[in-house]
């Protein structure tokens, strides 16, 4: 099924600090499903700081809140391949 949304949100943000926080709060508004694809990714870094005042910002905490919530949490993580890395195994085998 595809949907189209007739809201799509975006925020510029030149600090890690205010991206990490506006990503937590876009994370706890999902109700239906939350899809994540990059080439790194670490579950135990904290959303919002200091950790010491929001434990339960820690990003695994917060996608195993939404699943338990029902939210559908899909994860792609994938390795970077270089350019002509496929052919050069060939030429140097």
Known sequence: MVRAYAQ????????YPDF???MSEILDQAKEV???TGWWLTPEFYLRRPPAHYPEWR???VLLRKAQQGVRVYI???K????G????QFVHS
Not at 8 to 15: A, G, N, T, V
Not at 80 to 83: F, I, L, Q, Y
Request: hydrophobic letters at 55%; one cysteine or more.
């Open 8 to 15: 799509i949100l975006s925020r510029y943000s030149c600090d």
């Open 20 to 22: 990490f926080w506006a």
């Open 34 to 36: 939350i899809m994540i």
């Open 59 to 61: 990003f695994d905490k």
């Open 76 to 78: 792609l993580v994938y």
């Open 80 to 83: 970077e391949v270089r350019a």
């Open 85 to 88: 890395s496929f052919h050069m």
